[in-house]
């Protein structure tokens, strides 16, 4: 039987791959290896928007299951204008790993709309949200698709989304969305859980390598969401945060720079932005500077394939803890792998965000409500108990922290498909 080729988008092509050599490895039936190869719904609609000068744009918005053998399809919506049916598909398949990897109830969903959000006042935006799940409204559900926010969306996003379908449905549905406001259904603690988690993974690492915290020099791709929680988490338990960037600059102290500093900064600017930060002995470089400084640890918390084969070479970290999804392509893997880095892959080390969507949803189901320290405690747990199997896996096995974590989720997936069945 021939197995699924796509060679139009680059990261639903690595996504295969990725898939197809974990279930290569587990020896999977044929049939089973070419159900979970297909996503078991795309949506592609047309979004229709009512702009503030009268006139009317039509967007594309798309929503895909991959699969929800083990639960629910899960995954977040993004505003962007790369955003395509192809790339949501990627995700979606990412996300289904990343549940399962996590043992969490879940499947794998993502979804977007492919705009230029700073282009639209507020009151656009909210009826790009309003009008996009009016369309998706019939196919999500706390019981069938939960999404929760993505990049360039947040729980302002989230909060119309679930306001709308709660007009439809005439009853409230605050689980069928997840990365609310904390005081509209949402957790204290869910805004920085990725970001959280990407900086547990470190610590886990760094203790079983036997590696101090304390002073390791970090550089962060990326600071948003995922990569100002991360430095701040890292900078809390001791790291030096060396480098961060973002997509016009990259702000380098060799002494460390001072992270609460540059939130402070951001908390005040216009969209949350670092644009035109400055400090003493704090160095503005160029945006790619971060991914090849001199230092420990690497976190990629930007767009994905941003480390590939042109420039895997030029990294000189020793540990990268992918903050992003699909950040590395399987060229720069191989590259990376041959250096001695070892790359802890996004569906393990960026799972804390599903992982405290997952509380917000069961929160949510019965009605109950944790306070912060509850949430990041059971969060840190869970985590550190998830890389610690992967991790000896890995070991055991002699494999690369990658394929040991594909191995781990694709078999969990596999195994319960099987249990439910393939087809009709």
Not at 329 to 343: F, M, S, Y
Request: charged content about 25%; proline content about 5%.
């Amino acid at each position: 039987m021939e197995r699924r080729k796509k060679d139009q988008n680059v990261f639903l092509k690595m996504a295969l791959r990725n898939y197809y050599e974990a279930a290569d490895a587990l020896e999977l039936p044929e049939g089973v290896t070419q159900f979970l190869a297909h996503s078991e719904r795309r949506l592609s609609v047309s979004v229709p928007v009512t702009m503030d000068d009268g006139s009317v744009e039509i967007f594309r918005g798309y929503r895909v299951a991959h699969n929800t053998a083990l639960g629910p399809a899960k995954g977040g919506i993004r505003f962007h204008t790369h955003v395509d049916l192809d790339e949501c598909e990627a995700l979606a398949m990412m996300m289904t790993w990343k549940c399962s990897l996590a043992g969490i109830p879940y499947g794998g969903g993502k979804g977007g709309i492919a705009v230029i959000p700073e282009r639209l006042s507020i009151t656009e935006l909210e009826r790009l949200c309003r009008s996009f799940v009016m369309r998706i409204e019939p196919f999500i559900g706390e019981w069938t698709d939960i999404p929760a926010p993505d990049v360039n969306t947040g729980a302002r996003e989230m909060v119309w989304f679930m306001d709308q379908v709660s007009k439809m449905r005439n009853r409230m549905s605050p689980a069928t969305f997840t990365g609310k406001m904390p005081f509209l259904f949402g957790s204290r603690g869910r805004g920085p859980a990725t970001g959280y988690g990407v900086g547990t993974c470190v610590l886990a690492c760094m203790e079983n390598m036997n590696i101090p915290i304390e002073g390791i020099r970090v550089a962060v791709q990326g600071f948003g969401n995922v990569g100002t929680h991360a430095a701040a988490f890292m900078a809390r338990h001791g790291a030096k945060i060396i480098a961060v960037t973002n997509s016009r600059n990259t702000w380098y102290s060799d002494a460390g720079l001072d992270v609460d500093d540059m939130l402070k900064y951001t908390s005040r600017a216009p969209r949350g932005k670092l644009h035109g930060y400055e400090a003493p002995g704090v160095e503005i470089r160029d945006p790619g500077d971060a991914l090849y400084c001199d230092c420990d640890v690497l976190i990629p918390a930007a767009l994905e394939n941003s480390i590939n084969e042109n420039n895997a070479s030029r990294i000189q970290a020793r540990y990268i803890f992918e903050g992003s999804n699909g950040p590395t392509t399987p060229e720069a893997d191989k590259i990376l792998q041959d250096n001695g880095v070892v790359v802890v892959p996004d569906i393990l080390a960026n799972a804390g965000g599903v992982i405290g969507s997952y509380f917000e949803w069961a929160q949510n189901l019965s009605g109950l409500t944790w306070d912060e320290e509850e949430y990041e405690t059971r969060l840190v747990d869970l985590i550190r108990r998830n890389f610690k199997k992967v991790w000896n896996y890995a070991r055991e096995k002699d494999l690369p922290m990658r394929q040991a974590s594909f191995l781990f989720a694709v078999e969990r997936v596999a195994r319960a498909q099987q249990a439910r069945g393939l087809g009709l």
